[in-house]
């Protein structure tokens, strides 16, 4: 399929289109454009020829049938939190899903049905009300739709597994503008795609996904440490996972320690070890899971306790705002040996920027006891996955913070288990989404992308390419 990329639409072709559509359009003449093509990320700086701002499910189907007909590159916008800046494009049509926030919470069956527009502190926030959760994101503003489609770790993800393990069943606009239900019943194969697969597939415009009883306060926070505690840390984080109940999450993160109330002001600035908890069974049982964390080193300050469930979800959120410029790498770890301690502390060292880290998740749990073949998202067995997220503000700075990104993320290539995080990675690279699948996986899902999209319309996100289709650019290679 030859796509246009840089061209302005005809604005008689552009009125044809707005008369189908409940919802409206915004193109380079009008005046909120400049506000409606902005991302989350702000190293994305993109000029769409038009957006299209659906209201409900025909006015999906009525714009991919425009793109395709029309050989329009495709960018389908949910929360906007692509790091690699999928969600918009140049000179192509942005399908944007932010209007579309239905959410239906059924709590007798345990499910929710939920729109593509929806972000988790809004899912969260209706969930709650019954005590029931899934496994979500761990910044209120990501939207629901990418982070199940491309796996979804989360807090919840030992006991309740990934978000796309919760997937029970979809809606999905094809490419050819079709309606079609993913489900056991009525489209296996699809929903098996679609648990992990990401965006390639078709637009997912309803989700039904499974909730559990969680909450609505839970044992969790943050305790800090100085740096000078971290290689302890790191053993204690390494040797807890498998001793470590399924209620219990943790993650491990390195940083400076940012200029907050909380902290000391002799910390600001200074290089410091945090690990994030929370436990979502009984108090007392998070008490007693937690409590071996504390004998490893005193921190600097111990923000566990009680609290909601909803607040330890949005606890980042102030943190990681839209507009700042991101370049992130993540890579699925084998193991985490005392020879990474090093080179982690190395980086922590020489971090080039107030407002980036690295960070690690466990896995395990209720995501390793699903079967790999079971859904398309990889690596279930790896130990943990590391995630470099470099952040500034300085456009004129891209190269140093970059640079430092890959080096740590190569420095820890020969603890890799061979894939990377696709909702986490930066740069469309073809090696790598094979690697993130696996050669077998792969080989299905181009099969069911030569099925679902064989002109591979759905190509802005780590691409799939369909099976016997050169690789593309803007796609795999």
Not at 66 to 84: I, K, Q, T, Y
Not at 117 to 145: C, I, K, N, Y
Not at 162 to 189: M, Q
Not at 251 to 270: I, K, S
Request: hydrophobic share 40%; with cysteine.
């Amino acid at each position: 399929m030859a796509v246009s990329t840089d061209r302005a639409l005809d604005p008689a072709m552009l009125a044809r289109l707005a008369e189908s559509l409940s919802g409206g359009i915004v193109t380079p003449v009008d005046d909120g454009y400049e506000e409606a093509r902005r991302v989350w990320n702000g190293s994305i700086d993109k000029r769409p020829a038009a957006i299209v701002r659906p209201r409900g499910v025909a006015d999906v189907m009525a714009a991919v049938r425009f793109a395709r007909d029309h050989d329009l590159l495709v960018a389908v916008r949910s929360g906007g939190h692509s790091v690699a800046g999928h969600s918009t494009c140049d000179g192509g049509l942005v399908i944007d899903l932010g209007g579309m926030k239905g959410i239906r919470v059924d709590p007798f069956a345990r499910r929710a049905h939920v729109q593509p527009g929806v972000v988790w502190s809004e899912l969260d926030r209706e969930t709650q009300a019954f005590g029931l959760a899934t496994t979500g994101g761990l910044v209120g503003s990501t939207g629901v739709a990418g982070f199940t489609l491309g796996g979804g770790l989360g807090w919840l993800q030992r006991r309740h597994g990934l978000a796309c393990d919760n997937l029970i069943s979809a809606d999905v606009v094809l490419a050819d503008g079709s309606l079609v239900r993913a489900s056991p019943e009525d489209d296996p194969d699809l929903l098996w795609a679609l648990r992990g697969g990401g965006g390639n597939f078709g637009i997912v415009t309803s989700f039904e996904l499974e909730l559990h009883p969680v909450g609505p306060t839970v044992m969790a926070g943050m305790l800090l440490f100085p740096a000078e505690s971290a290689s302890e840390l790191i053993a204690a984080y390494r040797e807890l996972r498998d001793a470590a109940p399924d209620d219990l999450m943790l993650g491990l993160v390195l940083r400076l320690a940012p200029p907050t109330p909380f902290l000391p002001e002799e910390v600001h600035g200074r290089p410091i070890v945090g690990i994030a908890a929370i436990h979502c069974g009984a108090l007392e049982d998070g008490e007693r899971a937690i409590s071996p964390i504390r004998s490893v080193a005193r921190p600097i300050v111990d923000l566990v306790e009680p609290r909601p469930y909803v607040q330890m979800q949005t606890m980042q959120d102030a943190s990681w705002g839209p507009g700042l410029r991101n370049y992130w790498k993540a890579e699925f770890l084998k193991e985490l040996p005392d020879a990474a301690t090093g080179i982690l502390l190395e980086h922590l060292d020489s971090i080039t920027s107030p407002l980036s880290d690295f960070k690690f998740a466990y896995l395990g749990g209720a995501v390793g006891r699903v079967p790999e073949e079971a859904t398309a998202f990889g690596h279930r067995d790896a130990f943990t996955i590391l995630n470099v997220n470099a952040r500034w503000s300085d456009p004129t700075e891209d190269g140093r913070h970059i640079a430092w990104t890959r080096s740590l993320w190569r420095a820890m290539q020969p603890f890799s288990a061979g894939g990377t995080y696709t909702n986490f990675a930066s740069e469309d690279d073809g090696d790598r989404v094979v690697g993130s699948f696996g050669p077998k996986k792969y080989a299905r899902l181009a099969e069911l992308k030569r099925r679902y999209d064989p002109a591979n319309l759905f190509r802005l996100n780590q691409n799939i390419v369909p099976a016997g289709k050169p690789g593309e650019e803007g796609g795999a290679a």
